[in-house]
């Protein structure tokens, strides 16, 4: 599998209690657990949420939609998946193979810095032809005026507000034993039980895009040192007694 598709399906959002890996079977998007549904969690959020699905259906290989989904969580400015959408271009995974346009959405999920989609972009970068760099620069300014932070913190920010307001004080907001689990960096998880569902990290525009940061940014990966090559003399091997001669 492509390293960036690596890196979104380890890091992506998996609210299934039961997840298994993409060999297993899956459930299918009417089997989402209801609760996390009803507790207004993930349509309070879209960009998680369209990511979820999109992920699903990637795992059932229905690429084309997959890929709208994708979209839909990147216009909410879900750069995991403007990521996705990049390498499904670059693959022609769902879409015809387009390494242009595959650059021009890799930098607006690197829009932020996150260290994976920068080193995945310069990849991109260097493969591409003259003319598809001409192209991929062309292209881009389209993209960022629609899915670059610009064009979508609004768009992030009205959701999240009415969200909130929307789970208040409602049966909506009623959280029970509910869990939302996101993988994160080296497949350790990172879990959202329902004591934590109004925490403002989650809600406030700002905190939120400084969550997702600490996520993303920097991914914190296990390191193993290697040091100088050390040469390792043979052992001495005990002499063996001379062959007599044949007669």
Same mark, same amino acid.
């Given at each position: 599998?492509?390293? +960036?598709?690596?890196?979104?399906?380890?890091?992506?959002?998996?609210v299934?209690? #039961?997840?298994?890996?993409?060999?297993q079977?899956?459930?299918?998007d009417?089997?989402?657990?209801?609760?996390?549904?009803?507790?207004?969690?993930?349509p309070?959020?879209?960009?998680?949420?369209? $990511?979820?699905?999109g992920?699903?259906?990637?795992?059932?290989?229905?690429?084309e939609?997959?890929?709208?989904?994708?979209k839909?969580? #990147?216009?909410? #400015?879900?750069?995991?998946?403007?990521?996705m959408v990049?390498?499904?271009?670059?693959?022609?995974?769902g879409?015809?193979?387009?390494?242009? +346009?595959?650059?021009?959405?890799m930098d607006?999920?690197a829009?932020?810095?996150?260290?994976n989609?920068?080193?995945q972009?310069?990849?991109?970068?260097?493969?591409l032809?003259?003319?598809?760099?001409?192209r991929?620069?062309s292209?881009?300014?389209?993209?960022?005026?629609?899915?670059?932070?610009a064009?979508?913190?609004p768009?992030?920010?009205?959701?999240?507000? $009415?969200?909130?307001?929307?789970?208040?004080?409602?049966?909506?907001?009623?959280?029970?034993?509910?869990?939302?689990?996101i993988?994160?960096?080296?497949?350790?998880? +990172?879990?959202?039980?329902?004591?934590?569902?109004?925490?403002?990290?989650?809600w406030?525009?700002?905190?939120?895009r400084?969550?997702?940061?600490?996520?993303?940014?920097e991914?914190?990966?296990?390191?193993?040192?290697?040091?100088d090559v050390?040469?390792?003399?043979?052992?001495?091997?005990?002499a063996?007694p001379?062959?007599k001669p044949?007669?």
């Amino acid at each position: 599998m492509p390293r +960036i598709l690596q890196h979104c399906l380890v890091f992506g959002l998996l609210v299934l209690p #039961g997840w298994a890996p993409a060999a297993q079977p899956q459930r299918t998007d009417t089997q989402v657990d209801d609760l996390v549904l009803s507790a207004g969690f993930l349509p309070a959020h879209p960009d998680l949420h369209f $990511r979820q699905l999109g992920l699903a259906a990637f795992n059932r290989e229905q690429y084309e939609e997959a890929l709208r989904l994708f979209k839909r969580a #990147g216009y909410f #400015g879900d750069k995991p998946s403007q990521g996705m959408v990049a390498e499904m271009y670059w693959l022609g995974k769902g879409v015809a193979q387009d390494k242009a +346009i595959a650059y021009a959405w890799m930098d607006l999920a690197a829009e932020r810095g996150y260290r994976n989609f920068l080193g995945q972009r310069e990849h991109y970068w260097s493969a591409l032809s003259e003319a598809e760099q001409v192209r991929a620069l062309s292209e881009g300014r389209a993209l960022y005026a629609r899915y670059g932070d610009a064009a979508t913190t609004p768009r992030i920010t009205s959701a999240l507000r $009415r969200g909130k307001n929307k789970s208040a004080g409602s049966r909506t907001g009623y959280t029970g034993n509910m869990k939302i689990v996101i993988a994160g960096p080296g497949g350790g998880d +990172i879990t959202i039980d329902g004591s934590q569902f109004y925490n403002p990290k989650y809600w406030d525009p700002e905190k939120y895009r400084a969550w997702q940061d600490s996520i993303w940014k920097e991914p914190k990966m296990g390191l193993v040192q290697v040091g100088d090559v050390e040469k390792v003399e043979q052992p001495m091997q005990p002499a063996q007694p001379a062959s007599k001669p044949s007669r």
